[in-house]
């Protein structure tokens, strides 16, 4: 392995902004590779490693599959692909996405700290959500450092606060103090890493998940109980994981969500849901008055005007629907302010 330690960074909204002061602080001898995903759409421009090689000394490259890691280069996630660490090298995948994403944090948190152990280190930056939090929880587990940007100093505080919440950090830190602990960490002057912990097997399942093996060959099922809910993604029967930590699920074609992340798609989709019933209500009512105004003025005894009266009578419902789906958006949008 060319590489004693390895950093993990994870981050979503607010996290151009935020990785552009991290890296303009390191080094470009930085002694050891720094790994980044930052959540993307499918349809994203691959720009952020470019913006984050014009942001400081340190070397930065989109990833290719297979790419050797090395000392003193930030290797960053493309768009719509999972990035997994293995010795020596990263591996792009199509695995299922995870909390809603492809790239997703998790999975390169994991896969990191199956390979590195206690030389693994994980940080969590600005985001939505909680993302990382799971796989922080997995580089704890097998010894590695867990650093946390202190949520009070972040663009968008959630993802940091979950990681808090439900990890024990080693390092709670404003971003302008990361930098130094990162480099202390990793320069050989800081303590030496713990005996790493037994190799935990839900974190080798998962990584082997994200890596496109078939979830129930995998021994996905041995890993939670069916629950109520389906899977948003492919409507799928969601276990529920026995985790210690937080509530997790997980689909047997290995989607999976935080809870977070599972509520923010229910209410998205129900949000869509609602206004496709409003749009499909609006038409009704349209084609019914149409249609009773034509019969009403060619054929005045055809009953053109019931019809009339029960498309007006339709408009009025999908006026409340769609007083209520905008109430409801809008509750929405106030409470992820909140």
């Known amino acids: 392995m060319p590489s004693k330690h390895i950093v993990v960074i994870g981050t979503s909204a607010g996290g151009i902004e935020t990785l552009r002061e991290l890296v303009a602080a390191f080094p470009a001898d930085f002694p050891?590779?720094?790994?980044?995903?930052?959540?993307?759409?499918?349809?994203?421009?691959?720009?952020?490693?470019?913006?984050?090689?014009?942001?400081?000394?340190?070397?930065?490259?989109l990833v290719r599959n297979g790419e050797r890691l090395t000392d003193g280069t930030i290797f960053v996630a493309p768009a719509d692909r999972h990035l997994l660490v293995e010795p020596g090298r990263l591996r792009l995948t199509r695995g299922p996405k995870e909390n809603r994403f492809r790239p997703a944090i998790d999975p390169l948190f994991r896969s990191a700290a199956q390979v590195y152990g206690p030389r693994t280190v994980g940080v969590i930056l600005s985001g939505n959500l909680d993302d990382g939090t799971a796989g922080m929880w997995a580089i704890k587990q097998l010894g590695g450092v867990t650093i946390a940007q202190d949520p009070d100093t972040a663009l968008f505080r959630s993802m940091p606060e979950s990681a808090v919440r439900h990890v024990r950090m080693d390092y709670v830190l404003p971003l302008n103090e990361i930098p130094a602990v990162l480099l202390h960490l990793v320069s050989g002057t800081g303590p030496e890493p713990a005996r790493p912990a037994p190799t935990v097997p839900a974190v080798d399942l998962e990584v082997r998940i994200a890596?496109?093996?078939?979830?129930?060959?995998?021994?996905?099922?041995?890993?939670?109980?069916?629950?109520?809910?389906?899977?948003?993604?492919?409507?799928?029967?969601?276990?529920?994981?026995?985790?210690?930590?937080q509530i997790r699920f997980r689909c047997h074609t290995g989607h999976a969500f935080s809870p977070q992340s599972l509520i923010a798609e229910v209410i998205e989709r129900t949000d869509a849901a609602l206004w496709n019933t409003v749009r499909a209500m609006q038409e009704g009512a349209l084609l019914l008055r149409t249609v009773g105004e034509h019969l009403d003025q060619q054929h005045p005894a055809t009953?053109?005007?019931?019809?009339?009266?029960?498309?007006?009578?339709?408009?009025?419902?999908?006026?409340?629907?769609?007083?209520?789906?905008?109430?409801?958006?809008?509750?929405?949008?106030?409470?992820?302010a909140r």
């Not at 470019?50 to 490259?61: E, F, K, Y």
């Open 303 to 336: 009953g053109g005007a019931d019809l009339a009266a029960r498309g007006a009578e339709l408009l009025r419902h999908a006026e409340t629907l769609r007083l209520m789906a905008t109430a409801h958006a809008r509750g929405e949008t106030e409470a992820i």
């Open 211 to 245: 890596a496109e093996a078939n979830p129930i060959e995998a021994g996905l099922l041995e890993l939670g109980d069916p629950s109520a809910f389906t899977c948003p993604e492919c409507h799928g029967v969601l276990l529920q994981l026995r985790d210690a930590e």
């Open 32 to 61: 050891a590779p720094v790994v980044v995903v930052m959540h993307l759409s499918p349809e994203s421009p691959d720009v952020l490693a470019g913006i984050l090689a014009r942001s400081g000394p340190m070397r930065a490259v």
